[in-house]
């Protein structure tokens, strides 16, 4: 049996922009054909079906997502520093037209609420580890004094991710970048306050 011969990362990539772009419901097979260059017995061979696909489309986000995270903090002398740049490239992703304008893994959690048991558990994978991300931040901020213990880091990182949600929402209506940076920059201060 032959192993598949393409490079993995760049398919799921093709796939999470089609499915941004469409939906998932709407992407058809032909769809992730034009967008990744396999033919669809491909797909079915390395992922077994689009779902499988889907599934490993949102685990590359993720993981592509993590792997981005530190580099908001690269070169800041401050961690709140760190925190306001993954706000300000968040406008920039929210004002863009590409498929970084939407979160994949909103995106499929509002798509496919009560879905099958493996797609909601990749999703809530994700929405998990960007939250703990935050907390993480949060931990370090307040113990290198950057904000006070008035709130916990959980507290903190719940306002975080209901702000990035409304921030999200909001631009799809309003995506004129001066606004969208002036509620960042609020949500940053609410946060930090």
Not at 5 to 26: C, M, P, T
Not at 28 to 35: G, H, T
Not at 47 to 68: H, S
Request: overall charge negative; hydrophobic content about 35%.
């Amino acid at each position: 049996m032959r192993t598949a011969e393409f490079d993995k990362e760049q398919v799921l990539r093709a796939a999470i922009a089609a499915f941004v772009d469409k939906g998932y419901n709407k992407t058809s097979m032909q769809d992730l054909k034009k967008a990744t260059g396999l033919h669809p017995g491909s797909i079915y061979c390395a992922f077994e079906n689009k779902e499988g696909l889907l599934i490993a489309a949102l685990q590359q986000y993720n993981k592509d997502r993590t792997g981005e995270f530190s580099g908001y903090f690269d070169g800041e002398p401050t961690i709140l520093g760190g925190l306001k740049n993954y706000l300000m490239q968040t406008v920039t992703n929210c004002t863009s037209s590409g498929p970084e304008r939407v979160c994949f893994s909103q995106k499929a959690l509002s798509e496919l609420t009560q879905q099958t048991p493996a797609v909601e558990a990749v999703i809530a994978k994700n929405m998990a580890d960007w939250q703990r991300g935050f907390i993480e931040v949060f931990e370090k901020a307040l113990a290198a004094g950057e904000v006070d213990n008035t709130r916990t880091p959980t507290q903190r990182t719940q306002s975080l991710v209901m702000g990035i949600y409304g921030l999200r929402t909001f631009a799809h209506t309003h995506p004129t970048t001066d606004i969208l940076e002036e509620l960042a920059q609020q949500l940053f201060e609410d946060v930090c306050r």
